[in-house]
Every structure is written in structure tokens, then in C-alpha cells.
């Protein structure tokens, strides 16, 4: 078990740039969270995958946004037209459910997201 | 409006001696809780937790405590260790759904030695 990986770990763009963020998740986990953490602030929730289906969005998260999780293993986040306040560290985190309890989500270490 | 609030942004311990992090919560939906550890320029790491079913947990130096009642939970560390230095972060959940995380602002811990 090599624990939830993530792609890049830093990533410095221009505004106006695109961008796109990739997670490994731990291999028998079927759902995949993505949660953005801004300087003095905790993680918050932006979107969920259970398998390929992305199930719920943040209103954090807008339409210049985007995330895939094809075939229900590795996701990616895609920002488009980056502004300055996107710059944040971008987490991604994984748990097995089985439908009967809730289960512990496992994070990665990150993508620091820079944009000038 | 903050449903999960560490309203202490720092602690400082002695090495050896109890550290008591707290985190206070408003919505009665969250029936689970969490405590993730985060070094700087890393991703949070998971700690130890409790359900609603249970007002403590045990793991080590970690023990959880919660209060249902006063909406109330702490993470103890005892005895506290310079390694432990770093930012913990409470969070919690609903079961049913996305069961997503909802974290509070974090607690930076520093244990001298």
C-alpha cells in the first residue's frame, strides 16, 4: 500500500493559464475526495467521486473547474483561466465504503498551486 | 458560519507532560470525528478517531474524548513529544452521502524539549 499520491507537488503558472492536477488514489478505495486549503485556514471540501461518478460539488467549486475520475481509479482537477485566489494547496484523499459505516479518509501530500 | 471551531490557533507543552488540543462543533448531523496531523508542506495525517457511539478512544499516547452534550471533543497527548510538534486539525462528519470532511481552522502544537 503506497498510500494516495499526488501530480505535480508544486505548480507555478501565470493568470489566465490552465492547469491540471493529478491523484493516485490508495488502491482499493472507491471514493476520492478533492479539498482545497487556503494559508490560516483548514482543508474544505470541494468534490467527490464514488468509483467514476462524481457525486456532489462544493459551490466553492466553479465552472472553471473541473475533475474526472475515469474508470474510477486515478482523478485529475483541471482549473481553467487560473485567477490569483486560486493559489492554494490542493489535497486529495481516498476511503474504502462499504455502505456501513463511515470510513476513515487517507490524504496526500498535496499540490501547491501558485499563480502569478 | 464555522460548524467545526478550534478556537486555540497555538499551544505550547513541555516536553513529557499532557497536551490537550479542544474543538467545539454546532451541527447535531455530525455523528463522526476525526483528528488529522499536518507538517508544513505536507497533506494532513490521520490521526485517530471516534464515533458518536462513544464518548472516548484509545491509541497510544492519543485519546480522543467527546461530548455529545456540549458538542465537544479533545485530543489528548500524553506524554507530549517534540516530534508531535505540528498543526492538528479536528474534523468531522455525517454519515450517509458524501461523508465529506469538515475541518476547523487547525491548532499549532509546539512541544519544547
Known amino acids: 500500500d503506497t498510500g494516495v499520491s499526488q501530480d505535480p507537488r508544486h505548480k507555478i503558472t501565470k493568470r489566465g493559464q490552465n492547469v491540471t492536477f493529478r491523484c493516485d488514489p490508495i488502491?482499493?478505495?472507491?471514493?476520492l475526495y478533492w479539498y482545497r486549503q487556503t494559508l490560516g485556514q483548514g482543508p474544505e471540501f470541494l468534490t467527490y467521486f464514488q468509483n467514476e461518478a462524481q457525486l456532489e460539488k462544493s459551490r466553492l467549486l466553479s465552472d472553471r473547474f473541473s475533475a474526472e475520475r475515469p474508470k474510477g481509479s486515478f482523478s485529475t482537477l483541471e482549473i481553467q483561466r487560473t485567477e490569483q485566489g486560486d493559489s492554494a494547496m490542493y489535497l486529495c484523499?481516498?476511503?474504502?465504503?462499504?455502505?456501513?459505516?463511515?470510513?476513515?479518509?487517507?490524504f496526500g501530500p498535496g499540490t501547491r498551486l501558485t499563480v502569478l | 458560519d464555522q460548524q467545526v471551531k478550534q478556537n486555540s490557533p497555538s499551544l505550547s507543552v513541555q516536553e513529557g507532560r499532557i497536551s490537550i488540543l479542544n474543538c467545539d462543533y454546532t451541527?447535531?448531523?455530525?455523528?463522526?470525528f476525526l483528528w488529522y496531523k499536518k507538517y508544513p508542506a505536507e497533506g494532513p495525517t490521520f490521526l485517530i478517531s471516534?464515533?458518536?457511539?462513544?464518548d472516548k478512544n484509545e491509541d497510544g499516547r492519543f485519546t480522543v474524548f467527546l461530548n455529545k452534550s456540549a458538542k465537544h471533543l479533545s485530543l489528548h497527548i500524553v506524554p507530549s513529544q517534540p516530534g508531535d510538534s505540528a498543526v492538528y486539525f479536528c474534523?468531522?462528519?455525517?454519515?450517509?452521502?458524501?461523508?465529506?470532511?469538515?475541518f476547523g481552522k487547525g491548532t499549532k502544537l509546539t512541544v519544547n524539549p
Open positions: 484523499a481516498s476511503s474504502f465504503s462499504s455502505g456501513g459505516s463511515t470510513d476513515t479518509q487517507y
Open positions: 474534523a468531522a462528519t455525517a454519515w450517509g452521502g458524501s461523508e465529506k470532511l469538515v
Open positions: 488502491s482499493e478505495h472507491n471514493r
Open positions: 471516534i464515533s458518536s457511539i462513544k
Open positions: 451541527n447535531s448531523m455530525f455523528d463522526y
